[in-house]
């Protein structure tokens, strides 16, 4: 479904990302892996259009989408959920999950079942403000708000970054559940290494803006990514 190969990204004279490729695939979560700073929410950036190659390609679907604007991106079905949250604090948790109808056909705006089965505080919060949620909340609401536009491919930056334990639990539940829908492929950064374990097909070890070390789950080696990671 989602296929990068050797994409180099560039801020000014920085190379972020050198040479980087990997692959997503429906019903299979691919993990990239790293410490801070070296290159993960860039590629991410890369992916939804955010921040324009240099080289290399992106293949979605079949189709080279490398120079695709993010809201063309968005309307193919490529959700992103941001480091941070990114939600709109003044607005209600409804609107905000609202947001994600941009890229969506008239017919289908509405929120689907899924988002309240899998976040129910959410449905119980509709009428409040996104910014008095707590951090955990906040990162249901931005999970959800990507799943309102039915995403093929969803990408996911940190989604346990300063969350507390419960709900990386309903966090981890959710994106198993998306996985065994078979039909959407998930990318997930993270720093969590027992939660990428737990969910993971495919992983990735980034550092200094390329991808060092790759394995699949038929041959994972927690100590030996633990390793690469602390490099």
């Not at 992983?203 to 100590?223: I, P």
């Amino acid at each position: 479904m989602l296929e990068v190969k050797d994409i180099n990204l560039y801020y000014g004279a920085a190379q972020a990302l050198r040479g980087v490729s990997i692959n997503a695939q429906p019903g299979k979560v691919t993990c990239v892996l790293g410490r801070n700073g070296v290159g993960k929410t860039s590629l991410l950036r890369a992916l939804v259009g955010q921040y324009p190659i240099a080289s290399g390609s992106i293949t979605f679907e079949g189709a080279d989408i490398t120079t695709l604007r993010p809201y063309e991106r968005a309307r193919r079905g490529i959700g992103f959920v941001p480091q941070g949250r990114e939600i709109f604090p003044l607005l209600t948790v409804e609107e905000n999950l609202r947001t994600g109808f941009a890229p969506l056909k008239r017919d289908d705006r509405n929120i689907p079942d899924d988002v309240f089965s899998l976040f129910p505080v959410l449905q119980s919060m509709l009428g409040r403000r996104g910014g008095d949620l707590s951090g955990g909340q906040q990162q249901q609401l931005a999970i959800g708000r990507a799943l309102v536009m039915r995403p093929k491919l969803l990408l996911l930056d940190e989604p346990t970054e300063g969350i507390q334990p419960s709900i990386i639990k309903d966090i981890g539940r959710a994106i198993s559940y998306l996985r065994n829908l078979g039909n959407i492929a998930i990318v997930l950064v993270e720093q969590y290494l027992d939660f990428a374990c737990e969910l993971g097909d495919y992983f990735a070890v980034m550092d200094r803006g390329a991808v060092k070390f790759s394995c699949d789950r038929s041959n994972l080696d927690a100590t030996e990514i633990s390793r690469q990671m602390a490099l």
